[in-house]
């Protein structure tokens, strides 16, 4: 008795999840490199676990700091064959990371870190704030749109410092629009937090 | 399976991102300028490119875009910043001495904010007709003044922060005086026997320090100016110059011979205590105070002859050079509101007056005479 309502069990938790992940898009309506899905698959549950992604610095891919590196676990499980042969564990690392998502479909890593550099691009700030940089912090809350608009900011902490607050909203709306998102986030609206 | 399920909750979750923009490499500001008057923008734009805070050829969307508009006695200006968070807008009027530069000012204040940038003046001694006179000009460098005929030699000069007074020791027939220059009257203002030289006056202007013979050593005194009584602010048996009230009057930064050569030291008045500040030269001089006392800026000398600026940072507690490989860089002085330096320089072939930041990173040459110009002092804009 117990060993059959274990098994129901298992098989509408099966049926659950798979519910679940359609609903939720994760899955790609095709292959855009010829390889598997549970790679796919794999890459998509990787990204959002790191919805929060630490801040960019050395010792990582691509601007990436190390701690995203190491936080991506079961890394070594992916599949590691595909239609064109095999692909190495560092071309799987690159492909997780998002080298090359412009021809490809961006994934959230490099949706995040394009962002970034477009933010990073247009933030100037003023003289006077020079030599008081190093003590400032900011941090803006940006509410976006599936296409990449920015429907709101808000200053979430703000630095104390008008003119530093104004430049970091600044680099923001000059950055924007953004690109849509890519199906990973499975979303209308996001939230995102940027830290000056 | 636990696990799928809280992966899929997750997923769904409505927890926010994170993005954290390192620190920029710092770019001037891109501003947008437009006026109804092309004589207003040549005016006001050489005034706005020499600071380099701002980038006027570029593309893309601008930091802020500002208009000025010219009627028959005012000029209005609106500011529009493109956060949408700041907008100013101010009238000034038109054929008021220096209202271009004022209105620079305001322009920078709103938008890079540096207080009184181009109302601000140099004071600094020339010896243009073979004598060493006190003279100032503006920021660009221009509209220079006499401020002094006394045909002998100037040194030692001091200035309140927005000049209210300045302060220089005149040097003539193996004499030596100190005057005061206050609204336009000019003072001696010790009037002790003997050598004495480079005064500074406190804040509150209760006190005045300034560097007396005593058994024939130099030494820093302390005058009581309500009193009249001076005595011997710093007791040593080293010589010791050069005394300097900090801004807020509880510190005089001073040079000692203490360590067997010219350091640079502070005098804490409250604790009656001094530090030695200056490690990295074995020769230094010239000690002057930032305007929030956050900073001291001195020259030494290097073993390669050369004399460069050294700044002190009073909060990390560390000492960086600032000019390097060009002759001599001497008598620094800072702007009061802000982090640039004015300084001498013979790089050229004669002392001329530079400015540059407290990084070194931007250096700007003032003057271009044939003469010498020495000993500058930054002074504020008057508020």
Known sequence: ?196 | MKVFVFLCLFLSSEERWKIVIPEPTWTPLKVKIESNSREMLSEILPLLQFTEFYEFNFEGKADFEITIKTEEKNASVEIEDFSGGKRASFVYELNVPYFVEKLADRIVEETAGIKGYFTSRFVFVSDVDRYKELFTMDIMGKKVERLTDLKGKILGVRAEQECKWISFTFLTGGHSEIYLLKEEKLEKFITEPGFKTGLSLSPDGFFAVYTGLKNGEPKILLKDLRSGKSSILISSPAPEVSAVFSPDGKKVAYVSERPGVPAIYVFDTEKKNSERISYKSNYCTSPNWSGDGAFLAYTCLEPNGEMNIYIYDFKNKTERKITGGTRSNESPSFYPHGNFIAFTSNRTGNYEIYITDIWGKFLKKLTHSPSNEYEVVWCAGKQ
Not at chain 1, 52 to 66: A, Q
């Open chain 1, 1 to 196: 008795m117990t060993l059959h309502i274990y098994t129901i069990s298992i098989i509408l938790s099966l049926f659950f999840h798979l519910f679940i992940f359609k609903t939720l898009k994760i899955f790609p309506e095709h292959k855009p490199d010829g390889r598997g899905y549970s790679f796919y698959g794999e890459r998509v549950i990787t990204a959002s676990l790191f919805r929060v992604l630490p801040p960019s610095g050395s010792g990582g891919k691509k601007g990436f700091s190390g701690e995203v590196l190491k936080g991506i676990k079961g890394i070594n499980k992916i599949p590691a064959k595909s239609e064109e042969g095999t692909i190495s564990f560092e071309e799987a690392i690159s492909e997780l990371l998002g080298e090359g998502s412009e021809e490809g479909i961006p994934y959230s890593f490099s949706y995040f870190e394009e962002i970034k550099r477009k933010i990073m691009k247009e933030w100037n700030l003023p003289e006077g704030m020079k030599e008081q940089l190093k003590s400032l912090k900011c941090t803006i809350l940006m509410k976006m749109r599936r296409d990449g608009e920015v429907l709101e900011l808000k200053i979430l902490r703000s630095s104390g410092n008008e003119l530093y607050d104004l430049s970091a909203i600044r680099a923001i709306k000059k950055a924007a629009p953004f690109s849509p998102f890519p199906m990973v986030i499975p979303k209308e609206e996001i939230e995102i937090e940027v830290e000056f």
